[in-house]
């Protein structure tokens, strides 16, 4: 895991600048640091590199490749670099091989193969750049599922792209200018999906995307359209008509343990020590039992608890741990522990990010890098086999819908939305605007969009509000059921749970893989009958059965907690004057970003008890904490 920035154009003094931009994501890649500039063409590249494959400086980074003619920049891992260097060397195509890092591998692929041929044999995770001498042009590549960030755009007519924004924020004539769309997007979901930044001038490469920017392309500003060298939608369509058969469940349990192993072992390659995350549930227990499966020496494992029963899984985690007999360690933090993280957090996710399970993500990655450099952890399993609940309430609501008549949907959503306005705050309100919801939407992206969201109406809340189309706003073939596990899997994985763990991880120095997501994994996952991952009242069947091969059904046969925090209560506890602050109607209409009142209105309502409004209130205040943070270190942003 590693931290890349790029600029090109006619800026003055690259190197100081590329410099400064590595300083501020040294956490990225604390082992050594990395420039590359040709400065006949104006491009300059910086890396700063955790080493984890080759920690010799063969492995060094930028990379020039043996034929002279490419040099690049990457941050992630190759899992199947070594059988790559098979194919190449089969071919006549392979240089001598100065290291063994991935990096110098897949270089290699793009010399001899070319840039989509590469990426489409290439399994892993990455955000890279590739320069090529010859042709002058730049490209830029992220992994099929979005593990790794890359952000881009120009600066005063140069083109920038770096790991995090906090390493092109201080690139002179950076424009702070905020998106409103991006802010919009950030009160609907809590976060800010690709390829939105929170700064109008940047953006995201979306996962599974390559761009290549020529001369032209620089000259006149334009940022050219990203080719799709894989797609989950694209997958997602060809699996409708290649469903799997199987003859027997064991057949299927069989399969998917064949599929999984295979990505639990190559994600086990490393040069340095490597452990796993364990709560105790269905997906990190798989995961550790595949990998203690597949090794000889216990499997280094890693938990947190609290004090509080109804937040703590760390008990059914060291049960697991006993049965598989893994190297398990544990660490139970107070209430003042976690909140010890919170004036942190602007500061370490670069833009607004508002999943407060970002707080024992902090403290589980910072324990585990004590012991440990790479981490695997059980993400992605509910997004892949149906496992969240919120599926089965969100069908249940569908069913509704569908049993009224089309013609009748639309009025009588109009009708129910009118008579909740008349009623108090409380379930049965909730209750007859989730029916609104229901009966209103086109289809069914539109009514999951508003079935997830926490401001339904960003509008109401953000000054100068722009909500612009997102994948929710495709209409689909599919079913409710399979369109959700979709719509999660493009948009809150990647956007949410993989920024989650990235940034926290890497503030750490803490690399961490996610076999779950392994695009051999979500291939098998969309060609599997519905049956398989919802099942007797219960998702994510097909895993379960493959975790009782290996851990016993009582152990894991439990309502899950979440990985979450009691914030409603310390919004009215121990961060009621921190929060009160950030809310102060004066200061909100100073800043100029978020219409007082219907914040105020919640904060009050949550103060009183009458409605728990944490998840509303904690993108303002992200938000807002994130303003100070720009305060302390920049100018702060309009």
Sequence with gaps: ????????????????????????????????????????????????????????????????????????????????????????????????????????????????????????????????????????????????????????????????????????????????????????????????????????????????????????????RVLPQARAYWSAHQVSRQARNDALSFDTDSQAVDALEAVLTTAVKGQMISDVDLGAFLSGGIDSSIVVALMQKNNAQPVRT?????????????????????????????????????????????????????????????????MARRHVTVALSGDGGDELFGGYSRYVRAQRWWDKRQAVPGGLRSPLGAVVRAGARWLPQGHRRDQFEKLAEVLGAAHEGEFYRQFVSYWKDPAQVVVGAQTPATRFDEASAQGLFERMMLLDAVTYLPDDILVKVDRAAMASSLETRVPMIDHRVFEFAQRLPLDYKRRDGQGKWLLRQLLYRHVPRAMVDRPKKGFSVPMAAWLRGPLQDWAGALLDPIRLRRDGLFHDEPIVRKWTEHQAGKHDWSTHLWSVLMTQAWLDKMDETETRPT
């Design 1 to 220: 895991m590693c931290g890349v920035v790029g600029i090109w154009g006619g800026l003055s003094d690259k190197q100081a600048i590329i410099q400064g931009g590595c300083a501020r994501m040294r956490h990225r890649g604390p082992d050594s640091e990395g420039y590359w500039e040709d400065e006949a063409a104006g491009l300059a590249l910086g890396h700063v590199r955790l080493a984890i494959l080759d920690l010799t400086p063969a492995g060094h980074q930028p990379m020039v490749s043996a034929c002279g003619r490419f040099v690049l920049v990457l941050n992630g891992e190759i899992y199947n670099h070594l059988d790559l260097r098979v194919q190449l060397e089969a071919q006549g195509a392979a240089p001598a091989w100065r290291g063994h890092s991935d990096t110098e591998t897949v270089l290699a692929g793009f010399a001899a193969w070319g840039i989509q041929k590469t990426l489409e044999a290439a399994t892993g995770m990455f955000a890279m750049a590739l320069w090529d001498r010859q042709a002058r042009s730049l490209a830029l590549m992220r992994d099929r599922m979005g593990e790794k960030p890359l952000y881009l755009g120009y600066v005063n007519g140069n083109f920038v792209f770096a790991s995090e924004l906090k390493a092109l924020t201080g690139i002179p004539g950076f424009n702070k200018d905020i998106d409103r769309r991006a802010l919009s997007l950030l009160m609907r979901h809590n976060y800010i999906p690709a390829p939105f930044s929170i700064y109008q001038a940047i953006g995201k490469l979306e996962p599974g995307t390559w761009l290549e920017l020529s001369e032209q392309d620089l000259q006149q």
């Design 302 to 366: 890693f938990s947190i608890g609290f004090d509080d029963p109804a937040f703590n899984e760390a008990e059914h985690a060291k049960a697991v741990a006993a049965h598989l007999r893994t190297s398990h360690t544990e660490l139970y933090v107070s209430a003042g522990d976690a909140l010890d993280v919170v004036p942190g957090l602007a500061g370490l996710y670069d833009e607004p990010f508002a999943d407060s399970s970002q707080i024992p993500t902090v403290l589980v990655t910072r």
